[in-house]
């Protein structure tokens, strides 16, 4: 069973950076795609970024492409989101989801991912 804690989030002032991190307390972490989404207010969830669960591949939306960065350690069953160069428009509340076990492509739906952080939020002022 996947269970996924979150840490990190916080304020920040634009163009500041924070790093988020998600951790599975089980033995299968290193098989799923993990992936991150994020839900402002009034707003659907939306896919923010993945890295595959085989070699690394990431993928991301073409709002913080270039600015954030997706990375895992499986020994450690940890993922992070580093985010850099943060707009005020990146308010949002950030979930970790892992899905997709061991598929090749990096889905970016909701519906693909089975397992859900928390949830943390993140505020960047201007």
């Known amino acids: 069973q996947v269970q996924l804690v979150q840490s990190g989030g916080g304020l920040v002032q634009a163009g500041g950076s924070l790093r988020l991190s998600c951790a599975d307390s089980?033995?299968?972490?290193?098989?799923?795609?993990m992936g991150w989404f994020r839900q402002a207010p009034g707003k659907e969830r939306e896919f923010v970024g993945a890295?595959?669960?085989?070699?690394?591949?990431?993928d991301y939306s073409d709002p913080v492409k270039g600015r954030f960065t997706i990375s895992r350690d499986n020994p450690k069953n940890t993922v992070y989101l580093q985010m850099n160069s943060l707009k005020p428009e990146d308010t949002a509340v950030y979930y970790c989801?892992?899905?997709?076990?061991?598929?090749?492509?990096?889905?970016?739906?909701?519906?693909?991912?089975?397992?859900w952080g928390q949830g943390t939020q993140v505020t960047v002022s201007s």
């Open positions: 989801a892992a899905g997709g076990r061991y598929r090749v492509s990096i889905p970016a739906t909701t519906g693909s991912y089975d397992f």
């Open positions: 089980g033995r299968t972490f290193s098989t799923y795609v």
């Open positions: 890295i595959s669960w085989s070699n690394g591949n990431t």
